[in-house]
């Protein structure tokens, strides 16, 4: 079956709320989750802070999907503006998983993220997407992270 990839301010994956998060991240539940994220994406794709990759079948299904947030951010060596890249929501339909769904998703990211002049790009990696993104050249960082509630 063949797929296509599209992009633009107004798209963003519908599949964000179904992906199977670890149960550490689930802390107030689905309601709320889905209740902020709705509120988020809102704005985001308003404001142009979040740019949705969608990978569609050729009977128009949605397959995959992720995105990029352009956030404020202080400054990143070799970049001139303020912002920083971060993809996220990357998910794969299963069905679809190991056909270059997820590569495709991700080159056309990056790709975005270098026409639109990012120095980088960062993402938080699950164990089964690492070693595509350790393909395309991501590296591990030194980011933590302490949960407070």
Known sequence: MRWRIETGMGVIAPLWHTIAFP????????ALMHQSASEYFGTAV???SYRGFLAVDSTGKTIGGGGIVISSWP???????????MILNM???????????????????ITWCRENDFASVGLHASDEGRGLYEQLGFKPTTEMRLVLT
């Open 46 to 48: 308003a404001d142009g």
């Open 23 to 30: 149960a550490s991240y689930i802390i107030y539940g689905n």
């Open 75 to 85: 400054g990143i060596l070799g970049q001139r503006r303020p912002q920083r890249a």
């Open 91 to 109: 998910y794969v339909d299963r069905d679809h998983r190991r056909r270059g769904v997820g590569r495709a998703l991700m080159e056309a990211m």
